[in-house]
T-cell receptor, first 111, second 115 residues
């Protein structure tokens, strides 16, 4: 059974600090997505990672993919309150047809 | 341009009733997806359409759930004999599948509550 596991599931951090969210998955895939979800809202696409070694950065967020280790990371640099949200990774197992999501990491950035 | 539109935004129904949830994808997007999200969980895949046909319906939990996309645009998710366990947020997404590696664009969802 395919599993996508994120850790931590809850993360409380202070503004200005750095942290990394991990996403492990149990099947072969070379396509991984990161989404953000604010409370009561839908999912917003952050990154699409398409190959081994892919790294993408947007503002204070940087995502990477290691397909051999079946691991993706989302690194937060110098966190600010506006980054408070739930972050999901999702693995594409059918090349565009079906995403399997992790449980989500609820991030709270406190002043 | 307009994003993925879902109606209604909220639906409360009694156990045993029939409900229909509607999704209007981004214009020109050929692929349409339905997901279900329970509180505190990640979205769970239900069904995927490529054009008018269901390319993968392996996520539909049982035969009470059915979805259609008759003209390759708007889709309706239909749930018969609703149960309290069906309560969740139903998310629709679309993508431009012809464009390689296109992310899914999600709507705001329909929150279904079965009482």
């Amino acid at each position: 059974e395919l599993k996508v596991e994120q850790n931590p599931l809850f993360l409380s951090m202070q503004e200005g600090k750095n942290y990394t969210i991990y996403c492990n998955y149990s099947t072969t895939s070379d396509r991984l997505y990161w989404y953000r979800q604010d409370p009561g809202k839908s999912l917003e696409s952050l990154f699409v990672l398409l190959s081994n070694g892919a790294v993408k950065q947007e503002g204070r967020l940087m995502a990477s993919l290691d397909t051999k280790a079946r691991l993706s990371t989302l690194h937060i640099t110098a966190a600010v309150h506006d980054l408070s949200a739930t972050y999901f990774c999702a693995v594409d197992i059918k090349q565009g047809g079906k995403l399997i999501f992790g449980q989500g990491t609820e991030l709270s950035v406190k002043p | 341009g307009a994003g993925v539109s879902q109606t209604p935004s909220n639906k409360v129904t009694e156990k045993g009733k029939y409900v229909e949830l509607r999704c209007d994808p981004i214009s020109g997007h050929t692929a349409l997806y339905w997901y279900r999200q329970s509180l505190g969980q990640g979205p769970e895949f239900l069904i995927y359409f490529q054009g008018t046909g269901a390319a993968d319906d392996s996520g539909l939990p049982n035969d009470r759930f059915f979805a259609v996309r008759p003209e390759g645009s708007v889709s309706t998710l239909k749930i018969q004999r609703t149960e309290r366990g069906d309560s969740a947020v139903y998310l629709c997404a679309s993508s431009l599948i012809g464009q390689a590696y296109s992310p899914l664009h999600f709507g705001n969802g329909t929150r279904l509550t079965v009482t």
